[in-house]
């Protein structure tokens, strides 16, 4: 079975300045999807970004990139110039490769931007 | 394009009550799946649909069960409530068969236990 951690539960950065968010996953599967959500207080859950294990580039969406290092089962998103419309909670997401698109979950992290 | 659309929005019920909650997929999106969030478990999946056919199911119980229909709009449906069956209720859609990945949410049915 497949595991996500997330192990900052909360943080809080000015607004402009860089944050990384921290993910650690373990499988056993070579191919497979991770994601990162953002949930803001409205609640929709909306995705971020999207890495593919077979890539070793890591994905980058404008300001928005992640750190994949598939050895060490690690997968950090860095948002830089962070906003405040950035407040939210962030959720570290798996999804193996074949088969049902079945999303496994981190806790999270509560991210807010403060003024 | 309109998006995922969940119904109800907000809903109580009281213990051993039933609850049936819709879900309208993103057109052309042919596989919905289900999620469960609650403060304590997190997001925890419940079942997957594709083609009117259940494809994978989440560790809960008989309780919890769901259907596609040919439009591919789904329908779960949790019988005799417990209270810790209150939580928010996402479904999600995506396109593709295989694991693209790439899956769109609702905004989520908030159940209410009494």
């Known amino acids: 079975a497949q595991t996500v951690t997330q192990s900052q539960p909360e943080m809080s950065v000015q607004e402009a300045e860089t944050v990384t968010l921290s993910c650690t996953y373990d499988?056993?599967?070579?191919?497979?999807?991770l994601f990162w959500y953002k949930q803001p207080p409205s609640r929709q859950m909306i995705l971020v970004i999207r890495?593919?294990?077979?890539?070793?580039q890591n994905a980058t969406e404008n300001r928005f990139s992640v750190n994949f290092q598939k050895a060490a089962k690690s997968f950090s998103l860095k948002i830089s110039d962070s906003q405040l419309g950035d407040t939210a909670m962030y959720f570290c997401a798996f999804m193996k490769s074949q088969g049902a698109q079945k999303l496994v979950f981190g806790q999270g992290t509560r991210l807010t931007i403060n003024p | 394009k309109a998006g995922v659309t969940q119904t109800p929005r907000y809903l109580i019920k009281t213990r051993g009550q039933q609850v049936t909650l819709s879900c309208s997929p993103i057109s052309g999106h042919r596989s919905v799946s289900w999620y469960q969030q609650t403060p304590g478990q997190g997001l925890q999946f419940l079942f997957e649909y594709f083609s009117e056919t259940q494809r994978n199911k989440g560790n809960f119980p008989g309780r919890f069960s769901g259907r596609q229909f040919s439009n591919s709009r789904s329908e779960m449906n949790v019988s005799t409530l417990e209270l810790g069956d209150s939580a928010l209720y996402l479904c999600a859609s995506s396109l593709a068969a295989g694991g693209t990945g790439e899956l769109f949410f609702g905004e989520g049915s908030r159940l209410t236990v009494l």
């Open positions: 890495q593919e294990a077979y890539k070793q």
């Open positions: 499988t056993s599967e070579n191919n497979y999807y």
